[in-house]
Structure formats: structure tokens, C-alpha cells
């Protein structure tokens, strides 16, 4: 195969992944919802340009009614030295391998689906807590089904930061997967993600819970229960311990979608 075809293949690869990211759940594992529309209309203009260079490719090729198709190579002669014949053709051999292996990648994320960021990633950023930002938090949501509903950084942010300490003698139910925690009395840290534009600037936000059994690594499971104060803490003031909740329900669940907190 020429240069120009693999080039087209890279192109074309390329273009497929970018587009099956942007158009199925998988590319949530990696962006923002709003970004996906963005990834499919890149991905469709480099399977445009792939489609071009397979084409111009094809109509170079010998015996393809080309320019050049009819052009007597053989009268030529350089002296019975024919550098084409002995160096080019090892050349592009090792430079058609190498740009193969640049597929290898892309064929695997077009096979098999990435899982999002989990307890791996997790320890390496270790247990912060998510910090005070300033952000007004204004009432509590209305329950439903006997709980308030909160994102993992909604409740850090009441829990640890709220001097009017709006989740006093609220149930609360929160959704994430389990870190386990040695470090403490809590069972696990429920844990999830938040993403400002990638997966790569993900910040890991952790809850501790007590009153559940341990439960495997990764699983996905939403509790309820009621926030307990940390010791020694005062609402609104710094701390790098993270907020606590007191479970008495909870059940295995199915990793959401999105996986991550925006």
C-alpha cells in the first residue's frame, strides 16, 4: 500500500473514532455532553479529507488511467544502479509500518469501549475535599421520594461550607462509586468525578460514608442518610477532612449517565 493510502486510512480511522465518540456514550467518558456535537462535525470533516486523499490515491495508481500510467520507465538509465528499485522500497516499508502502528490505537477505541475515570484515578489524587469557592448555595432542592437529591459537589459544598447548615436534620441522597477507605472509620468514600471541559482536568470529589457494609471497588451505588457534623470543624471555615454521611440505605445502581459531575 502507498504512502497516500495509509495516510487516507489515518484520516479515516481517525475521523471514525472522533465521530463514534461524538454520537454514543462513550465520548462522555472523555468530554462534556455539549462538546460531543462539536467532536462529530470534526470527525465528519477528517473522514472528508481521508475520503479525498484515499481518492487522489487510487487515480495515481498504476494501470488506473492516470497521467502517468502509460509512461516507459524502462528506458532509462542511470549507469545499472536503480537507487529506486534498492533503497526507496525498504524505505517506505519501514515508513508505511510505522504509520500502521499509529492505527493500532484508534482501531481499539473504535472496538472496545472506555470506561470512565474510577477508584484507580481516584487514589492517585488522593481524598481532598472539594474547596470553598464562594458560590452562593441558595435553598435546599424539594425531596423526592423522601430525599433530597444532591450531586456529590452540592452536598461538599453544604456540608463542609454552609454556615446556616441547611442539611441539619435532612435526609439526603447521593449517587457515586466506592473508593474504599482504610484511612478512617468511614466504610468507603462515595466518589465521583466533576469535569470542567475533559476528562483530563477531572477533580475527584469524596464523600465519607459509615453505617454501610463494605462494598466492592467501582461499584456504583446510590445512598441515603442524613449529614453528621465533622469534630472540631466550623461551617464556612478551611479543612482538608471530607464531609460525612450516615447511611441507612443503599442500593447498587447502574453507572449513570454521564458518569461525571459538570
Known sequence: MSDARTQAALLL??????????????????IRPFMQ?????AGALVLVLGGLQLWRAV???PGAGGAHAGHDHAGHDHGGHDHADEE???????????????IAPVVALLLVAPQPLGSFAADQQGPAPLR??????????EPRDGAVPL?????????LYDPDASLADERVRLTG?????????GDYRLTRFRVTCCAADATAIGVRVIGDAPRPED????????????????????????????????????????????
Open 151 to 159: 450531586d456529590l459537589g452540592e452536598y461538599t459544598a453544604r456540608a
Open 132 to 141: 470553598d469557592d464562594g458560590v452562593e448555595l441558595g435553598p435546599l432542592p
Open 177 to 185: 462509586f466506592v473508593v474504599p477507605d482504610d484511612t478512617s472509620e
Open 219 to 262: 461499584q456504583w451505588v446510590t445512598v441515603e442518610g442524613t449529614w453528621e457534623p465533622l469534630e472540631d470543624h466550623t461551617l464556612g471555615e478551611p479543612t482538608q477532612e471530607l464531609p460525612v454521611l450516615r447511611v441507612d440505605e443503599a442500593v447498587e445502581v447502574d453507572q449513570p449517565v454521564p458518569p461525571y459531575e459538570y
Open 37 to 41: 456535537p462539536v467532536l462529530v462535525l
Open 13 to 30: 480511522a481517525l475521523g471514525a473514532m472522533a465521530v463514534r465518540l461524538g454520537v454514543s456514550e462513550v465520548g462522555l467518558s472523555y
Open 88 to 102: 526507496q522500497p525498504d524505505h517506505h516499508a519501514h515508513g508505511m509500518g510505522a504509520a500502521w502502528l499509529l
Open 59 to 61: 487515480r495515481r495508481a
